[in-house]
C-alpha cells in the first residue's frame, strides 16, 4: 500500500469522482485532481507541469480546472486555463483553497478536495454553463503520481 492510498480509500476516491461528475452536469468546464506525494516545486508551478501532461490545455474553451495535492509535502493549487483567467482575477480560486486548507489542517483530505470540487464547479457554471451538446473532454478518474 502506497502512501496515497493511506490519505485516500478507494470509497473517498469514488466520493471525488462522483462529484466532479455532478460538478459537470452543470458546467461545460472539466475538472481533475491528482494527487501525488511529494514535489519540490512551487506548488502552482508543478500543477501547471501537470495540467500540459494530462493534456488539460486542449479542451475546446480552454476551461480546465486542475486540483492539485502534493500530500507529504502539504502542498496544494488550484489552477485553472486561459479560457476562465481571461475572464477573472488572480485570486478567483482564493476562497476554495482556503477551504481546502481547513479541512487539510484536520487531515480531512478527501473531504477539502470534494467540498473544493463542489465550490469550483458553480464557479464556473457562472461563466461556462452546460449545454445540451456537451461532451466529457477529460476524465473524471482521480490521476496519481508517485
Ligand atoms: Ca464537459
Ligand atoms: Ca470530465
Do not use: C
Request: charged content about 35%; overall charge negative.
Amino acid at each position: 500500500m502506497s502512501k496515497i492510498e493511506e490519505f485516500l480509500t478507494v470509497e473517498q476516491e469514488q466520493d471525488i469522482i462522483k462529484a466532479i461528475e455532478v460538478a459537470e452536469k452543470n458546467t461545460s468546464g472539466e475538472i481533475r485532481v491528482h494527487i501525488e506525494k511529494i514535489t519540490d516545486l512551487p506548488p502552482l508551478q508543478r500543477a501547471l507541469e501537470v495540467f500540459h501532461l494530462l493534456e488539460m490545455d486542449k479542451t475546446d474553451l480552454r476551461n480546465g480546472v486542475l486540483i492539485y495535492v502534493a500530500i507529504e509535502s502539504r502542498k496544494f493549487a488550484i489552477l485553472g486555463d486561459e479560457g476562465i483567467h481571461t475572464k477573472v482575477t488572480e485570486n478567483f480560486w482564493d476562497a476554495e483553497k482556503e477551504l481546502m486548507l481547513s479541512y487539510f489542517k484536520k487531515e480531512e483530505f478527501s473531504k477539502g478536495i470534494e467540498l473544493a470540487i463542489r465550490e469550483v464547479g458553480k464557479k464556473l457554471k457562472e461563466f461556462f454553463p452546460y449545454h445540451s451538446s456537451d461532451t466529457d473532454e477529460l476524465s473524471n478518474e482521480v490521476s496519481r503520481g508517485s
